[in-house]
């Protein structure tokens, strides 16, 4: 009986954990479908050779909404936990910062482009969150996850050579 209870609790106690995950990770309802279409101006950006001692780099990436149709960004999220994104809208409000999944937030958003309207996203990298061993090249990307039927997953490259 006592062997019962035991497992009895473990169970209640992996529901309570599964739901505490998935009320914080709610996936919101998807935009209607867009024939809109997010462009960057540039997709990729060489940082070159940057040093470990110098802390955080960040580069901005244009991006606009070349289609007639406004574009939902549903979710933001990177490659790696050493990086970051945020966005700022065409009105010049600032998104909070995404990044990894499950390195802290939700990938999910709403931010909505209008046709020809440009937004920022700009990626952070630090080059100490790998350690010591975190010297080389890195390789990192900024996802943005839109409802565009035509262009659906825009990706936001940048490469650097870390150093001691």
Request: charged share 15%; proline share 4%; hydrophobic share 40%.
């Amino acid at each position: 009986m006592k062997k019962f209870n035991v497992f009895a609790l473990v169970g209640v106690a992996l529901l309570l954990l599964g739901y505490g995950f998935v009320s914080n990770n709610t996936v919101p309802a998807s935009a209607e479908a867009s024939t809109g279409v997010l462009a960057a101006a540039a997709a990729f950006y060489d940082f070159g050779t940057i040093t470990m001692k110098d802390g955080n780099v960040s580069h901005e990436y244009t991006v606009t909404n070349t289609g007639s149709e406004s574009v939902t960004i549903e979710k933001v999220y990177t490659s790696c936990m050493c990086t970051t994104a945020q966005i700022t809208g065409a009105d010049g409000e600032k998104s909070r910062a995404f990044s990894m999944p499950g390195h802290g937030g939700s990938p999910y958003t709403s931010t909505t482009v209008a046709p020809g309207e440009t937004i920022t996203v700009e990626a952070v990298y630090d080059p100490n969150a790998h350690g010591p061993s975190g010297v080389g090249l890195a390789d990192r990307l900024v996802y943005l996850e839109t409802n565009s039927s035509v262009e659906p997953k825009v990706e936001l490259r940048f490469k650097a050579m870390v150093t001691n």
